[in-house]
């Protein structure tokens, strides 16, 4: 019998810059007295973070939800969006708050991102948009979702809340569809404690986007546009600053630790491991994610995930409830189960195992070899 770990391993653990970096960008903010509002630190930071992410235009917000609402604002979506239930809440939710009816679309059993093939039966006289989401860092099928928004004159949001850095064929994953959004969440490979950005390569658009996330104001005489307060403050900012340095190596430790639950977990009867993808992409490695089928492997998710815990270990149920489960959208038609059969079945096996760079590699062998004991 394994022993359980001393201590709590969770499921992630946030990046942290050292205490004098941070104090020493504290200074500079203390002596500037510029706290938010399109501060030095701010503008900088778009700069860097658009060069990072290899995007022509970039907007910083206080957070991705809030950057996904002005996003739908942007374009003026109306009427109906399709998108996927296998997301966190605030994919739908922004909708919502834009009065806008999310469509729910299935996914596909493999990347368990939004069915290209799927999306265009869903597609109704009020469908204005698609809002996909790089599910886990795994990028949507960006060609297919463009042939369909192309076919049709809608516009394609992405929600690349988790997919920092991730590129395809050498582009950043922020140019395809219409805007992206990337959440800085404390939780994510990069982040500002809390924060976000849209990126877009329509030069047009940036004044809109940042007109929106100042309330509108165009100057001391102007407000044009209901707009919101979206800013990133000059210490989060600056945090971002510093935070852009850790990237990489963080990335880095990850993918050690990921290729390890690949080489531990692979092959195991039961258990289906993060998507395959192509040479062409670039992953972040920013989630493991495992799949567990319990007829096969002889224990379900749920009994899986509460054996863990006698472990010690914390692993989370990503995505579980679909948001098409929501009390607040389960009347929706497209919210039957008959229309969501993949999502649903992925949601019932779906376990987010623990990844972050502090995480020691024996651990992540022994975790393998806890998680491996529970099979048939
Ligand atoms: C897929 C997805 N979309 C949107 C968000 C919302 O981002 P934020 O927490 O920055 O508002 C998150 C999570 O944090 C997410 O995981």
């Not at 030095?40 to 609402?69: C, D, R, W």
């Not at 979506?77 to 605030?90: C, K, N, Q």
């Not at 914390?314 to 929706?332: A, I, N, V």
């Given at each position: 019998?394994?022993?359980?770990?001393r201590?709590r391993?969770?499921v992630t653990?946030p990046?942290?810059?050292?205490?004098?970096?941070?104090?020493?960008k504290?200074?500079?903010i203390?002596?500037?007295?510029?706290l938010?509002n399109?501060?030095?630190?701010?503008?900088?930071?778009?700069?860097?973070?658009?060069?990072?992410?290899k995007?022509?235009y970039l907007?910083?917000?206080?957070?991705?939800?809030?950057?996904?609402?002005?996003a739908?604002?942007?374009?003026r979506l109306?009427?109906?969006?399709?998108?996927?239930?296998f997301?966190?809440?605030?994919?739908?939710h922004?909708?919502?708050w834009?009065?806008?009816?999310p469509?729910?679309?299935d996914?596909?059993?493999?990347?368990m991102?939004?069915d290209?093939e799927?999306?265009e039966?869903?597609?109704?006289?009020?469908?204005?948009?698609?809002?996909?989401?790089h599910v886990?860092g795994?990028?949507c099928?960006v060609e297919?979702?463009?042939?369909?928004?192309?076919r049709y004159g809608?516009k394609?949001?992405?929600?690349?809340a988790h997919?920092?850095?991730?590129?395809?064929d050498g582009?950043g994953?922020?140019n395809?569809?219409?805007?992206?959004?990337?959440?800085?969440?404390?939780?994510?490979?990069?982040?500002?404690?809390?924060?976000?950005?849209?990126?877009?390569?329509?030069k047009?658009?940036k004044?809109?986007?940042?007109l929106?996330?100042?309330?509108?104001?165009?100057n001391?005489?102007?407000v044009?546009?209901?707009?919101?307060?979206?800013?990133?403050?000059?210490?989060?900012a600056a945090?971002?600053?510093?935070?852009?340095?850790y990237?990489?190596?963080?990335?880095l430790k990850?993918?050690?630790?990921?290729?390890i639950?690949?080489?531990?977990?692979?092959g195991?009867?039961?258990?289906?491991l993060?998507p395959e993808?192509?040479?062409?992409?670039k992953?972040n490695?920013?989630?493991y994610?495992i799949?567990?089928?319990?007829?096969v492997?002889?224990?379900?998710?749920?009994?899986v995930?509460?054996?863990?815990?006698?472990y010690?270990?914390?692993s989370?149920?990503y995505?579980?409830p679909?948001?098409?489960?929501y009390?607040?959208y389960?009347?929706?038609?497209?919210?039957?189960?008959?229309?969501l059969?993949?999502a649903?079945?992925?949601?019932?096996?779906?376990?987010s195992?623990?990844n972050?760079?502090?995480l020691?590699l024996?651990?992540?062998?022994k975790?393998?070899?806890?998680l491996k004991?529970?099979?048939k």
């Amino acid at each position: 019998m394994l022993e359980p770990f001393r201590e709590r391993i969770y499921v992630t653990r946030p990046v942290l810059p050292t205490l004098e970096e941070v104090t020493s960008k504290l200074r500079d903010i203390w002596d500037s007295k510029w706290l938010t509002n399109n501060g030095p630190q701010h503008s900088m930071l778009e700069l860097e973070l658009a060069e990072f992410l290899k995007v022509p235009y970039l907007s910083l917000f206080n957070n991705g939800t809030i950057a996904l609402m002005v996003a739908c604002q942007s374009l003026r979506l109306s009427g109906e969006v399709i998108t996927t239930p296998f997301t966190f809440a605030a994919t739908p939710h922004v909708l919502s708050w834009n009065n806008i009816t999310p469509i729910f679309c299935d996914v596909d059993a493999e990347t368990m991102n939004l069915d290209a093939e799927k999306v265009e039966s869903m597609i109704t006289p009020h469908t204005t948009g698609i809002l996909a989401v790089h599910v886990f860092g795994t990028p949507c099928d960006v060609e297919k979702l463009q042939e369909v928004a192309d076919r049709y004159g809608l516009k394609i949001i992405y929600d690349a809340a988790h997919a920092f850095g991730v590129e395809l064929d050498g582009r950043g994953i922020g140019n395809f569809g219409d805007i992206s959004m990337f959440s800085f969440h404390a939780t994510k490979l990069y982040h500002t404690l809390e924060g976000g950005a849209l990126v877009h390569g329509d030069k047009n658009l940036k004044p809109r986007i940042d007109l929106l996330k100042n309330f509108g104001i165009k100057n001391e005489d102007e407000v044009v546009m209901p707009g919101i307060n979206g800013k990133l403050d000059e210490i989060r900012a600056a945090i971002g600053r510093i935070m852009l340095g850790y990237v990489e190596g963080e990335r880095l430790k990850r993918r050690q630790i990921y290729e390890i639950y690949e080489e531990e977990l692979g092959g195991v009867a039961g258990i289906t491991l993060m998507p395959e993808v192509s040479a062409d992409v670039k992953l972040n490695y920013q989630y493991y994610v495992i799949r567990i089928d319990e007829k096969v492997f002889g224990r379900s998710r749920d009994e899986v995930y509460d054996a863990l815990r006698d472990y010690n270990i914390f692993s989370r149920k990503y995505f579980h409830p679909l948001c098409s489960e929501y009390t607040c959208y389960r009347q929706l038609s497209s919210s039957r189960v008959e229309n969501l059969p993949v999502a649903n079945q992925i949601a019932r096996q779906v376990l987010s195992l623990p990844n972050y760079g502090e995480l020691a590699l024996d651990d992540v062998r022994k975790i393998c070899a806890i998680l491996k004991s529970f099979g048939k």
